[in-house]
Nanobody
Framework: QVQLVESGGGLVQAGGSLRLACAASGSVFGINAMGWYRQTPGKQREQVAVIHSAGGTSYVESVKGRFTISRDAAKNRVYLQMNSLKPEDTAVYYC??????????WGQGTQVTVSS
């Protein structure tokens, strides 16, 4: 079992920045990749950024150049630095940890609201 706790969401004006953090605990040695997803009402959850255990990263096209995912392996933490935020980035952001095929753990989510 892996437990994930997100923090850092909030309200920010367009063009501003926020940094999300995700703290993992439990069976962290089995984590292959961690990522950030987001969801708005009536829409499917969207993968925003992923970082693999080897360090490789990937981003959804809409956030490339604005968001950066990073990790502190010693502290079992993953971060999402979000710059140049847009109103369309408004969503509940979820941290996720993958430990195997179709085995994903989720955090409780943190609200990010970007005002225009």
């Amino acid at each position: 079992q892996v437990q994930l706790v997100e923090s850092g969401g909030g309200l920010v004006q367009a063009g501003g920045s926020l940094r999300l953090a995700c703290a993992a605990s439990g069976s962290v040695f089995g984590i292959n990749a961690m990522g950030w997803y987001r969801q708005t009402p009536g829409k499917q959850r969207e993968q925003v950024a992923v970082i693999h255990s080897a360090g490789g990263t990937s981003y959804v096209e809409s956030v490339k150049g604005r968001f950066t995912i990073s990790r502190d392996a010693a502290k079992n933490r993953v971060y999402l630095q979000m710059n140049s935020l847009k109103p369309e980035d408004t969503a509940v952001y979820y941290c996720a940890a993958e430990t195997g095929p179709e085995k994903v753990y989720w955090g409780q989510g943190t609200q990010v609201t970007v005002s225009s």
